[in-house]
């Protein structure tokens, strides 16, 4: 299992950046990175950072985490029924096998948002369809005079 930050991604491992074999006797090696996986959100509030931070892992054809992928992750709108844009940081480069997006925001409210990771060379992950609600009022203070 690999976890990251709240996040759990149930994925074979050896931990050294190989494969574990699917079978007996299959042999191992080192792994090569050839999909992405990328948990989506529940939900999200209008220019509010999405919490927990968004977690993209790379995957060999086998569907086991590679943990020597180093590459640069991309992270942009699927889906997108709102016309909203991402605030933050949309490139990042894995660390460990896995790329952390935190700070992710979108600017208009709607349901049916999805998100896309893309990584040079890997098959391509999109997010399950979310909702982006309007934001809790900010604090008002009161002056007078």
């Known amino acids: 299992m690999l976890l990251v930050g709240a996040i759990a991604f149930a994925l074979p491992s050896c931990g050294h950046g190989h494969t574990a074999p699917d079978a007996p006797g299959q042999p191992t090696g080192p792994a090569v990175a050839a999909q992405?996986?990328?948990n989506a959100p529940s939900a999200a509030s209008v220019g509010v950072a999405i919490s927990p931070a968004l977690v993209v892992a790379a995957l060999d054809i086998n569907g086991?985490?590679?943990t020597s992928f180093t590459g640069s992750v991309a992270l942009a709108l699927g889906a997108n029924p709102g016309g909203a844009t991402l605030g933050g940081a949309t490139s990042v480069n894995a660390v460990g096998g896995v790329a952390t997006f935190s700070g992710i925001s979108l600017n208009k409210a709607g349901g049916g948002y999805?998100?896309?990771?893309?990584?040079a060379g890997l098959q391509s992950a999109t997010s399950a369809a979310f909702t982006v609600a309007v934001g809790a009022p900010?604090?008002?203070?009161k002056s007078g005079g």
């Open 138 to 141: 900010a604090a008002m203070s």
């Open 64 to 66: 086991h985490a590679v």
């Open 114 to 119: 999805t998100l896309v990771a893309t990584s």
């Open 36 to 38: 992405l996986q990328l």
